[in-house]
T-cell receptor
Framework: ETGVTQSPTHLIKTRGQQVTLRCSSQ?????VSWYQQALGQGPQFIFQ???????GRGNFPPRFSGLQFPNYSSELNVNALELDDSALYLC?????????????????FGNGTRLTVT | DQQVKQNSPSLSVQEGRISILNCDYT??????FLWYKKYPAEGPTFLIS???IKDKNEDGRFTVFLNKSAKHLSLHIVPSQPGDSAVYFC????????????WGLGTSLAVNP
């Protein structure tokens, strides 16, 4: 069974630039969620993708956007980077809510991408 | 406004003893609760969960207790082992189509040999 993999592991960008982070979901999982974890904080929900469409979003501005591909992999794009965007970005995959077997199916996380904005 | 609260930033326990990590929540709509463990430079790893229809769930050394009237849950680790040293996060979600988890700030557990 292949787990959730994220790339790159570390990234340094300059304020105003754009960044793309990538995630491959765990085998058999077709829902992908993205979280931002700032230093000393718990993860904050950015959005979720299911069947290549965004179907849930947290309190993040539109410059945070995403994609999900037919193979269930996903990208997180952040435009016009700000210093406060520096954080660990976590991708998680899961079975979709609503499936009989999904209620007790927890999110499985990758190791994250550490983004530093200077 | 922190809907999931872990009021103890850190906890130190002797190997072999019980570790008790606490979590409080404010939103009565939460119906599913999870505990994750996180090591440095790794993503969170799922430990154990409980739905609101239960008050206890056990998995090996890990037991989660839920007190809905007090909006409180706790994770018990017995016996504690040095490898349990990590940051433990409590998370909660509401029924629906989104697997959106609301997280606490975490409790750093140190198990001393």
């Amino acid at each position: 069974e292949t787990g959730v993999t994220q790339s790159p592991t570390h990234l340094i960008k300059t304020r105003g630039q754009q960044v793309t982070l990538r995630c491959s979901s765990q085998s058999g999982h077709n829902t992908v969620s993205w979280y931002q974890q700032a230093l000393g904080q718990g993860p904050q929900f950015i959005f979720q993708y299911y069947r290549e469409e965004e179907n849930g979003r947290g309190n993040f501005p539109p410059r945070f956007s995403g994609l999900q591909f037919p193979n269930y992999s996903s990208e997180l794009n952040v435009n016009a980077l700000e210093l406060d965007d520096s954080a660990l970005y976590l991708c998680a995959s899961s079975l979709p809510s609503g499936q009989a077997s999904s209620y007790n199916s927890p999110l499985h996380f990758g190791n994250g991408t550490r983004l530093t904005v200077t | 406004d922190q809907q999931v609260k872990q009021n103890s930033p850190s906890l130190s326990v002797q190997e072999g003893r019980i570790s008790i990590l606490n979590c409080d929540y404010t939103n009565s709509m939460f119906d599913y609760f999870l505990w994750y463990k996180k090591y440095p430079a790794e993503g969170p790893t799922f430990l154990i969960s409980i739905s609101s229809i239960k008050d206890k769930n056990e998995d090996g050394r890990f037991t989660v207790f839920l007190n809905k009237s007090a909006k409180h849950l706790s994770l018990h680790i017995v016996p504690s082992q040095p490898g349990d040293s990590a940051v433990y996060f409590c998370a909660a979600s509401k029924a629906g189509n989104t697997r959106k988890l609301i997280w606490g700030l975490g409790t750093s557990l140190a198990v001393n040999p």
